[in-house]
């Protein structure tokens, strides 16, 4: 039996499609038609065995873990999911596996959200049990009438929810079922035993799969869910006629080929899903981020399915929400708080009059960042739509109004954000009151744009990654939305452009904003910087080897000083030394100076670890020149926004240095931006393996790189998707297009 580590898709009758991916010691297998979409992954190797089956309806699934076995040795393989249709089981899929140790013994099955299932992979589920728990034992005392809907409608569920209830199969296996909160839609799954094997025991007592003799012992896992499934949007309708020629020119076994694959299977028309497995539902910023830079290829039909994802979940002071929680996900939110209310002593009654439906959707208002893109998708749309079309598309109803009522709330809060910076300057301030006046974090809140880690900023309160050069291309972009729409006779959206005063009023303030990375840049001189560098391999947890081929690396240019741009500010406005791939965005969002576009190529030039080019990726994360304490280990090789490399980041820097070299004439400028660009791509040429999954680690000796799956080592900090929405950004570098203009 073997796996694909870039796997092909099979057609199959019905529009359907089945592909697997194999990564580190995961083996991810995915299916896709009308009526069921299912990403299965079987951990075979290496660490803890499990299977999980996710699936997009709901954003829900189920995860069996296994206690490990005493042999290193491989425990499973597996191979063919398909789509499994019964009277009994009317939408599920199979997975076929083989037991490869005498003996696997089951200790967990969960039934529940992906979010759930995550949280358990993460060892973080016991806080979520204990909310249940109490959440059952209040229902049992909720007085008659002050909360009779909770009490009689979800008490049973909510039992099951805590043990799913498990009965014999036909087959001589054991399933596992239970209904959702609210809806009541139904999970199940099941394993049976087949050639070879025995499943002995039973789940209360312990349950065992028991290898019969020498040859094979092979079993089946089956899965489903009960919740309305997602209508997708097929291959062919993803692209423009541009993107289409392009990937049906491209070979079979290319990568433009996988990333349309993975696309399709992360796209629905009503949400585009952020990642497989684990974020396995709408987020707003990954969806409008993938939304923007493929826009050049992109149909009309995917940018009105990014903007309406994001309209209808619009806050109504216009913020973008980042994530929902829906079904039990949504449900384990309103039964921890109720729970949470109860304990504070509030009154059943009143209880009763507040809360929402058990599964009513949950939304995550906390990111900046997604804000400023959803006008850089709406002028992008508009840019692609011809007139009629866009006319109807803006006047359709999303989020209790229409599209043009949010996209003008949104472009509201922008201008808002964006006008206190712009004033300021106006009004001469400069240095530290100035900075301040940058768009930051939101209160109380540690992170805020897609660094959203608690360390991802290193403490920062003003990202580089929406102050560079998003704010003032959001703010260019919300005049062309606002124009158009006022054009189409929208009364809202003139309102709100005459109080901006019109476009040449917007202009001042992007203009303004153009001269925000001068609160970003750091500069150090080249002997300091060799010496920063030396200490961090010496103290940055580095194996001999690969401390030899990181001194091997890390020779630079001999300018008199390395500049670059902070990864962000702190509280104080002060720069946090740490390199980062956010300068991408600079490039490809503004118009630069020669000298600053040459900055920020600079860091993608540089090899690792004086700059970010490593021979597997860009890193979005060098600590190598701070001096802060506790910077090596916040960005390790292991931390989620650490010095690890992630696939988007990668596309948006050739997409920046490629529109940079476009309009650069002076010669030492585009000489930094050549450099950056030979080093970018010979990044990519080292990770084709692993170039559509979610992000690496990497590791070093004999003075070669080597991608490292993230997730795989103990140390790591989560694990990585084999799937990732904005990691099929290959189709906006390696398809020729029109280089995207400044607004």
């Known amino acids: 039996m073997s796996f694909l580590l870039a796997a092909v898709l ?41 299977l999980v089956v996710a699936f997009p309806t709901g954003n829900s699934g189920a995860g069996i873990w296994f206690a490990e076995p005493a042999s290193s040795a491989p425990w499973l393989s597996a191979d063919g999911l398909r ?70 409608r979800d008490r049973d569920i909510l039992a099951e929810w805590l043990n799913p209830p498990a009965t014999r199969t036909s087959e001589g296996g054991w399933q596992w079922r239970r209904r959702a909160a609210g809806s009541a839609a139904e999970y199940r799954v099941a394993l049976d035993p087949a050639e070879g094997m025995d499943l002995l025991g039973d789940p209360q007592s312990g349950l065992r799969l028991v290898s019969r003799n020498e040859g094979p012992a092979r079993f089946h896992l089956r899965a489903s869910v009960g919740f309305v499934p997602l209508t997708p949007i097929e291959a062919d309708a993803l692209l423009n006629d541009a993107g289409r ?47 923007h830079f493929l826009a050049p290829l992109a149909s009309p039909a995917l940018l009105e399915g990014a903007i309406r994802g994001a309209a209808e979940r619009l806050s109504p002071d216009g913020t973008v929400a980042h994530e929902e929680d829906i079904a039990d996900q949504a449900a384990y939110r309103h039964l921890r708080e109720l729970v949470e209310a109860r304990e504070r002593g509030e009154a059943w009654d009143r209880l009763a009059n507040r809360l929402p439906p058990i599964d009513a959707p949950v939304y995550d208002y906390k990111m900046v960042d997604s804000d400023f893109f959803l006008p850089l998708v709406a002028a992008d749309y508009l840019a692609a739509a011809d007139a009629d079309r866009a006319q109807r598309f803006l006047e359709s109803a999303a989020g209790g109004g229409t599209v043009a009522d949010a996209l ?19 009004k001469g301030e400069s240095g530290t009151p100035l900075a301040k006046r940058l768009v930051s974090l939101r209160p109380g809140q540690a992170v805020g744009d897609w660094r959203d880690s608690t360390d991802g900023l290193g403490g920062g309160r003003y990202p580089s990654s929406i102050n560079l050069a998003l704010v003032a291309a959001s703010v260019r972009a919300a005049a062309h939305v606002l124009e158009a729409a006022m054009d189409m006779g929208f009364e809202d959206a003139a309102g709100e452009f005459s109080r901006a005063g019109a476009a040449d009023g917007v202009e001042v303030v992007a203009q303004a904003w153009d001269k925000a990375p001068e609160h970003f840049k750091v500069s150090v001189g080249l002997e300091e910087a060799r010496a920063r560098v030396e200490r961090y391999i010496g103290e940055g947890g580095f194996s001999p080897l690969e401390q030899e081929a990181l001194r091997k690396a890390s020779r630079v240019e001999n300018a008199a000083v390395q500049s670059y741009f902070a990864l962000a500010l702190d509280a104080d406005a002060r720069p946090i030394p740490v390199e980062s791939s956010d300068a991408g965005f600079l490039l490809a969002e503004a118009d630069p100076t020669p000298a600053l576009a040459a900055d920020a190529a600079g860091a993608f030039a540089r090899p690792f670890p004086m700059g970010l080019a490593t021979p597997v990726g860009v890193a ?64 990519e040429a080292g990770v084709e393996a692993v170039r559509g999954s979610e992000l690496w680690s990497w590791t070093a000796a004999n003075g070669t790189f080597a991608p490292v799956p993230f997730g795989q080592r103990s140390s790591d900090a989560t694990e990585a998707n084999a799937l990732q929405l904005w990691s099929n950004l290959d189709l906006a570098v390696d398809c020729p297009s029109p280089l995207p203009e400044k607004r």
């Open 10 to 50: 099979c057609a199959l009758p019905g529009r359907a499609g089945q592909f697997s991916v194999a990564e580190g010691n995961n083996l991810n297998f995915f299916y896709r038609d009308d009526r069921v979409q299912a990403h299965a992954v079987a951990t075979v190797a290496g660490r803890r065995p499990r």
């Open 83 to 152: 789509r499994l249709q019964t009277p009994e089981w009317p939408a599920a899929v199979e997975l076929d596996l083989e037991l490869k140790v005498p003996e696997l013994r089951v200790e967990k099955v969960l039934l529940d959200s992906v979010r759930a299932l995550r949280d358990f992979k993460d060892n973080a589920y016991a806080g979520r049990e204990t909310a249940l728990r109490k959440a059952d034992a209040l229902l049992a005392q909720a007085p008659a009438g002050a909360a009779a809907a909770l009490k009689d």
């Open 245 to 291: 020629r392009c990937v049906q020119a491209a070979p079979e076994t290319s990568r433009l080929k996988r990333a349309v694959r993975d696309l399709a299977f992360l796209s629905y028309e009503e949400k585009l899903l952020a990642g497989s497995w684990q974020y396995l539902t709408y987020f707003g910023r990954d969806t409008l981020i993938t939304a």
């Open 408 to 426: 003008t709330r949104n472009i509201k809060a922008v201008l808002s954000e964006a006008e206190p910076y712009a004033q300021a300057r106006a």
């Open 620 to 683: 979005v994360a060098n600590p190598a020149l701070s001096t802060r304490p506790g910077d090596y280990a916040m960005f390790g090789r292991d931390r989620y926004h650490g010095a690890v490399v992630w696939s988007w980041p990668i596309a948006v820097a050739r997409i920046g240095l490629e529109r940079q070299r476009g309009r650069i004439k002076d010669p030492a400028a585009r000489a930094a931006l050549d450099r950056a660009l030979t080093a970018v791509k010979h990044g």
